[in-house]
């Protein structure tokens, strides 16, 4: 069984700083990990992924995400907000042999100018 | 470009009516998925495919049917639409063992029941 919990379904930042979207899972096997983004009215956009190789994980449009197995979390950062970067956020958990995937509730970034 | 379609993009229908939306994938991928999104739910899976004539059901399957004739398209039908499937649908693929898992997916439908 899996499942993730995304802390907080509401998150604000100022432009220029850190974004920090939470994410914990639960797994029975070893997990593959996930970050979506969805901006309005459109599909999901696989921002990054962690498939049991580096543990610290690059993405796209500067965010990394870092697994933590012994806090079973798989936080998403970036650096320094953009106004580009105001979405909803998702994070998704598989496990290897079993090809679905489990989505978080969701984190909606406001990016305040 | 490889890519995954969907039509109708915005659909209004009664309830009571059969409703089939569809989903078209050039990613030659074997892995075909439905989702619903609600607020507060994030992500449901409704139905799944791993290959041709292959359907599973998943988590809110209920008043939802697919089939698998190819590779390239899963349609979804509501049998008989109700208000509660008033929703945004998502159709993703992905390319089975090797791959990672990570799905790509369609830009959603979104459909409501009066």
């Known amino acids: 069984a899996q499942s993730v919990t995304q802390l907080g379904s509401h998150v604000s930042v100022s432009e220029g700083a850190l974004v920090l979207l939470r994410c914990n899972y639960s797994?029975?096997?070893?997990?593959?990990l996930f970050w979506y983004v969805q901006y309005p009215n459109q599909g999901l956009q696989l921002l990054l992924k962690?498939?049991?190789?580096?543990?610290l994980v690059k993405g796209i449009n500067g965010f990394e995400a870092e697994f933590k197995k012994s806090e079973t979390s798989f936080h998403l950062t970036k650096p320094s907000a953009h106004m580009s970067d105001a979405a909803e956020y998702f994070c998704?958990?598989?496990?290897?042999?079993?090809?679905?995937?489990?989505f978080g509730t969701g984190t909606r970034l406001t990016i305040i100018p | 470009d490889a890519e995954i379609t969907q039509s109708p993009r915005h659909k209004i229908t009664e309830t009571g009516r059969q409703v089939t939306l569809a989903c078209h994938q050039t990613?030659?991928?074997?892995?075909m998925f439905w989702y619903r999104q609600d607020l507060g739910h994030g992500l449901r899976l409704i139905h799944y495919?791993?290959?041709?004539?292959?359907?599973n059901k998943g988590e809110v399957s209920d008043g939802y049917s697919v089939s698998r004739s190819n590779t390239e398209d899963l349609p979804l039908t509501l049998e008989s639409a109700a208000s509660s499937q008033t929703s945004v649908y998502f159709c993703?693929?992905?390319?089975?063992?090797?791959?990672?898992?990570?799905?790509?997916f369609g830009p959603g439908t979104r459909l409501t029941v009066t």
């Open positions: 962690y498939t049991s190789a580096a543990t």
């Open positions: 495919s791993y290959g041709v004539h292959d359907t």
């Open positions: 993703a693929s992905s390319g089975g063992t090797g791959s990672s898992y990570e799905q790509y």
């Open positions: 797994s029975s096997v070893p997990p593959y």
């Open positions: 998704a958990v598989s496990g290897f042999g079993n090809e679905k995937l489990t």
């Open positions: 990613w030659n991928h074997n892995n």
